[in-house]
């Protein structure tokens, strides 16, 4: 299976940018999906995931009200929704799948399949 995040970039602070991630190949176990974050030198940190079956999301507390995560089933494509971007927003992006543990989960360690990430730059 194949993830590929885009639709990263640079942006000032308070503005806005869209990631997608298309997920080559659905299985059983993509029940949750999710988007992830990381800073050179820090931990992984989980930011957002959805229910693929109804919908339900959860979000990290840094981020509730700002980002939103969505899917697209038909094309097999997540998004994240990023709105009032923070310099603090900054760091590599990655979509993730393939959850071994039970949804919700916004621990990196639960999930097998990521992609190679989308850089966001706030400044």
């Known amino acids: 299976v194949q993830l590929v995040e885009s639709g990263g970039g640079s942006v000032q602070a308070g503005g806005s940018l869209r990631l997608s991630c298309h997920i080559s190949e659905l299985r059983d176990n993509h029940n949750c999906v999710a988007w992830f974050r990381q800073v050179s030198g820090k931990e992984r940190e989980g930011v957002a995931v959805?229910?693929?079956?109804?919908?339900?999301?959860v979000y990290a507390p840094s981020v509730k009200g700002r980002f939103t995560i969505s899917q697209d089933n038909a094309r097999n494509t997540l998004y994240l929704q990023m709105d009032n971007l923070k310099p603090e927003d900054s760091g590599m992006y990655y979509c993730?799948?393939?959850?071994?543990?039970?949804?919700?989960?916004?621990?990196?360690?639960?999930?097998?399949?990521w992609g190679q990430g989308t850089q966001v730059t706030v400044s």
């Open positions: 959805i229910y693929r079956a109804g919908g339900n999301t």
């Open positions: 993730a799948a393939g959850i071994r543990g039970n949804c919700p989960s916004l621990l990196s360690y639960e999930y097998d399949d």
